[in-house]
């Protein structure tokens, strides 16, 4: 099976491998995790790093020490089995109990390296990449563990962020594997209602309730949800300390979790009126109806793909508004239509001091549009996407372009933010950018 999966392994293969697991580790990889694989001036590492909260969780085999003369270290070597290869490798956990020396305490330095890693499903690897590892029901080759890498621009990385409920600040986790198959109890309340609905004839009226929120709508219940578990007023970017991590958690998190819920009731409802219409049985009206399913399942991938950029500029516009910065959104000139033209468009006419702030959620290569804007005026680029590559950030520097994104993607070690000066953080923007450069664009200062 696993010699035809490639090494990218696609959604069926992995949710096989994962429902024959009887526990789940997912680690979002950084870049010490993976940098070992492309050139051996970036460590002999040859392998990742295991939290401590997963080491002492008791899913991987339990450590010893082998060497009586460095007793400060335990490891132990076990088989694991890699679908995308078909491969069964011989793997070391390696546990350095090392205190760092001269502190009050002693504190100890927590440091556990696997290794023993397939080098060419590591190679050339996105920053945020996925690694999966199932702890078998049934040992397989004489293994009781599966290792599977899932690039973080994959398709599939999407779907386990969407399966597992993987929040904007996942870093790592276990999961039972029954998850997947476990109903919430929204689905089941949806079950029961629109069962009752079939059986007291009431189809239709169900069916005409369900509707999809406009993004307007879904956007401010998202926000007045963040406000109300802050407990603020509004979304001053001055008076909140991580803007944009407060951003990225309203549009992946808090609205995505509503939209899912209003989405499923009204594929849900548009579903029961093709299974149960007219007198034919259910089967039937499934073959029948294929190609309308077909329809309602495909408008439901693109639907889903276009909200998230508006989304996003929804979250945003609401920061430039609580935060009083004068601004013009969607502005059209020569031919462009940045999503903020800041103060406005007047102002770039007139060759003021003008900021240009685009959006993307996901960058790819659709950033590149933006340097032709650069005569027009200082140009930002805000995202909350953590995938971008270190060759783009240098791309995007050499056309001028600084990009914005939340203070924790800025910080941290599976992105590669750190060391670009090119790639400021909401908090930066909001501070330097606005407040003390253009005090101008803040009515009232």
Known sequence: MGATMGFHPEWNDLSAWIKRSQRLFIKKLSRNDVSWADGAENGHQNGFFIPREILESGFFPALKNSNPAKPHIFDVEYPVFWPASGEVRASTIKYFSLRYPGTPKEKPRYECQHTGMPKDQFQSLPPASLLLVGKLEEPLSGADYWFAVVSSVSEEAEIIETSFDLDADFHFGLFDPASLAAPSSSVDQLIEELSRAIRDGK???????????????????????????????????????????????????IEYALYKDAELRFRAAQVARILIQGSGDPVSNLVRGFPELDAIFLSAAQTRKSRAGLSFEHHVERLLRDGRIRHEAQAVFGGRRPDFVLPDVKALNDK??????????????????????????????????????????????????????????????????????????????????????????????
């Open 203 to 253: 189809v239709e009226e169900f069916i005409r309730q369900q509707t999809l929120p406009s993004p307007g709508t879904l956007a401010g219940q998202a926000q007045d949800r963040w406000l109300s578990e802050h407990r603020m007023r509004d979304m001053n970017p001055f008076a909140i300390r991580e803007p944009g991590d407060a951003v990225m958690r309203i549009s992946r998190d």
């Open 352 to 445: 003021g001091d003008v900021v240009i702030v685009s959006l993307k959620t996901t960058l790819r290569e659709r950033w590149k549009q933006l340097a032709m804007e650069k005569p027009f005026g200082a140009i930002f680029l805000a995202t909350v996407d953590d995938r971008v590559s270190g060759e783009a950030i240098g791309e995007m520097h050499r056309n001028s372009i600084v990009l914005v994104v939340p203070e924790s993607l800025k910080k941290s070690d599976e992105s590669v933010y750190k060391p670009h000066g090119n790639v400021i953080t909401f908090r930066q923007f909001f501070d330097e950018e606005v407040k003390s450069k253009r005090p101008f664009l803040i009515l009232g200062l």
